[in-house]
């Protein structure tokens, strides 16, 4: 079955940097573009980026674009989200998306000094 397993996440302080990474199995991840989504507390899912098949094309969210990219190793069958200058407004749950049904068990990202 379709397994996303996302990781990284942490406590960070404001203008630092985290790596997501998305473990992805159980369908051909190649053969699908990908988006990571989040949710802030009390909040709704956010989408923050998408990626294309191969990689060349991505699409950001106008709160992280200039300050996250998303990144796919298809060899890796893994989805990657870089985030730099992280803000409070940051702190979420993160998660990879193959669908607008179908994402992982998410990971903790805290913003906070």
């Known amino acids: 079955q379709v397994q996303l397993v996302e990781s990284g996440g942490g406590l960070v302080q404001p203008g630092g940097s985290l790596r997501l990474s998305c473990a992805a199995s159980g369908f051909p991840f190649s053969n699908f573009a990908m988006s990571w989504v989040r949710q802030a507390p009390g909040q709704g899912l956010e989408w923050v980026s998408e990626?294309?098949?191969?990689?060349?094309?991505?699409y950001y969210a106008a709160s992280v674009k200039g300050r996250f990219t998303i990144s796919r190793d298809n060899a890796k069958n893994t989805l990657y989200l870089q985030m730099n200058n992280l803000k409070p407004d940051d702190t979420a749950v993160y998660f990879c998306?193959?669908?607008?049904?179908?994402r992982g068990q998410g990971t903790q990202v805290t913003v906070s000094s």
């Open positions: 990626i294309n098949t191969g990689g060349a094309s991505t």
């Open positions: 998306a193959k669908d607008a049904y179908t």
